[in-house]
DNA sequence: CGCTTGACCGGAA
DNA sequence: ATTCCGGCCAAGC
């Protein structure tokens, strides 16, 4: 069986991801929902939902997981409390913050062999 | 066991 | 640009 998935399976591999992002780039929530090997639905529709759980993943990721370097798809920071320390850490790291956004297809990292870059276009 | 909240996403008003 | 709504799932109370 095979299961299970449960929550620590799930939050590892979270965690796992953010850690392998380097300095200076950054991934979003959906980003690592979509690009994790097993999500916890199906495909019941999009990684809409599992973004929430990358989010709870976030909330209990230990000190060895860059949760800074994680945004959200709009290209800025989550709406936590730290979200402005967050800005410092990430700008601290090289990134460009234009009006609090970043170019996310600039600066956004993806895992060899996993999946391909989103080459998202932005529209204003 | 049930309701509320959440570090989300995407689309529509 | 902002605000609202629907969706999906899990953790917390």
């Known amino acids: ?5 449960t929550k620590e ?9 953010v850690r392998q992002v380097p300095e200076g780039k950054v ?3 959906g980003q690592i929902a979509q690009t994790l090997p097993d999500p916890p639905v ?7 939902s599992a973004a929430r ?10 000190a060895d997981v860059p949760w800074h370097r994680v945004i959200n798809a ?18 601290a790291e090289g990134l460009c913050f234009v009006h609090g956004r970043i170019d996310l297809p600039e600066h956004l990292w ?15």
């Open 110 to 124: 993806h895992d060899t062999n996993q999946i391909a870059p989103p080459k998202q276009h932005q529209l204003f």
């Open 9 to 17: 399976s799930y939050f590892e591999q979270v965690w796992s991801f």
């Open 53 to 62: 759980l990358v989010g709870s993943a976030m909330a209990a990721s230990p």
């Open 1 to 5: 069986m095979t299961i299970s998935w």
């Open 74 to 91: 709009q290209g800025r920071v989550s709406n936590r409390a730290d979200a402005a320390k967050q800005l410092e850490l990430l700008e």
């Open 42 to 48: 199906p495909d019941t529709g999009e990684m809409v």
């Open 27 to 29: 991934v979003t929530y």
